[in-house]
């Protein structure tokens, strides 16, 4: 039993040295060989080496050699596949293009009683021939008139000449007075003149005077209604009349109209409260007090009383009404074109 024993042992040994030898070697393109793969996933392949495991190793790192070896193993076959470089001869044979019959373009025939397309017009045409257009052009058309008005307010134009323009000439006629200069007019602002007055307050003072000094030598003078007057009562009357009159108050210093035009001078928070501080008073003095301001603004015109007060970008107007009250209005410093200073009567 012994010898048959040792038979057996002998041939186990050899069947394993032989497995061992016949088992697949793996290359690395740096040239360590490696064998028993255990794992194998889409990142690459882990072996045994002495019981022990390696780290995974990517199926990039190997040859086409053992590459080959992989696909042979069903769980790395799916992985390893695409990478698997192909021999020279094992490319398929380029097939010849089929050659395709020529195709004949179709033929267009005329088709009858076909509608025409209509013309089209141009973009100005266009428009006339729609009622959205003929919006559009109308509203374009009264913004140009508008625009001539507001132009012609700051040329200092007359109010009917460029809007007119700006109707017959459209879009020209406003940047055509928009170019120009504006009129170089007077100034000053035209008031009334209460010379004429005052002449006749003069001569009928004087009227009074006269008789009084000649009332000596009047001996007999006849009243109002014919009948005569002694000497003695017309010289009391003289006497009366020749009495020095109360000395009268001195009288404010006149103010003299002034406009301020934007061109001329800078409109800003300091040339405002420089020029017209006392209208920032509350009740300002004589001969303030009965002046007036009037502000041409591209926001309207301005008649004020008052300047409530004054920012870096807005002035706040106090501007009386008709019914006897008072409208603050904010103005933008900016839009300020015109400033008159008109004294009261």
């Not at 032989?18 to 393109?29: E, I, N, R, V």
């Not at 790192?61 to 799916?78: D, G, H, I």
Request: hydrophobic share 40%; glycine share 8%; net charge positive.
């Amino acid at each position: 039993m012994q010898p048959f024993r040792k038979w057996i042992l002998t041939l186990v040994l050899l069947s394993v040295g032989g497995l061992q030898s016949a088992q697949a070697q793996f290359t690395d393109t740096n040239g360590v060989t490696y064998t028993d793969p255990f794992h194998f996933n889409d990142r690459g392949v882990i072996f045994r080496t002495d019981g022990k495991t390696s780290e995974r190793i990517p199926y990039s790192q190997f040859t086409n050699e053992a590459l080959k070896e992989f696909v042979k193993n069903p769980k790395a076959r799916t992985f390893v596949e695409i990478l698997l470089e192909p021999e020279p001869g094992e490319e398929g044979e380029d097939v010849a293009p089929v050659a395709q019959e020529s195709l004949e373009p179709p033929k267009w025939q005329p088709v009858p009683d076909k509608p025409e397309l209509p013309a089209q017009a141009g973009l100005i045409g266009g428009m006339f021939k729609s009622g959205p257009g003929w919006v559009i052009m109308l509203a374009v058309y009264g913004a140009n008139i508008w625009a001539g008005f507001q132009i012609g307010m700051y040329r200092r134009k007359s109010k009917w000449l460029v809007p007119g323009v700006s109707a017959a000439v459209p879009i020209v006629g406003p940047i055509v007075f928009l170019c120009m200069k504006p009129d170089q007019k007077d100034k000053e602002t035209v008031l009334p003149k209460d010379g004429e007055k005052e002449k006749e307050k003069k001569s009928a003072a004087q009227a009074v005077a006269r008789p009084a000094a000649k009332g000596k030598a009047v001996v007999t003078a006849r009243a109002a209604g014919g009948a005569p007057v002694s000497a003695a009562a017309a010289h009391g009357a003289a006497g009366a009349a020749a009495q020095p009159a109360p000395i009268a108050a001195p009288k404010a210093k006149a103010l003299e109209p002034i406009a301020y035009v934007r061109g001329e001078v800078n409109f800003n928070k300091r040339f405002l409260e420089t020029k017209f501080a006392p209208f920032f008073k509350l009740i300002p003095d004589e001969p303030y007090r009965s002046a007036w301001l009037w502000f041409n603004t591209g926001q309207g015109e301005f008649w004020v009383k008052r300047i409530i007060k004054v920012t870096q970008t807005d002035v706040t107007l106090q501007c009386p009404q008709e019914n006897g009250g008072v409208l603050d209005e904010t103005v933008q410093i900016a839009a300020i074109q015109e400033i008159h200073l008109r004294p009261g009567e």
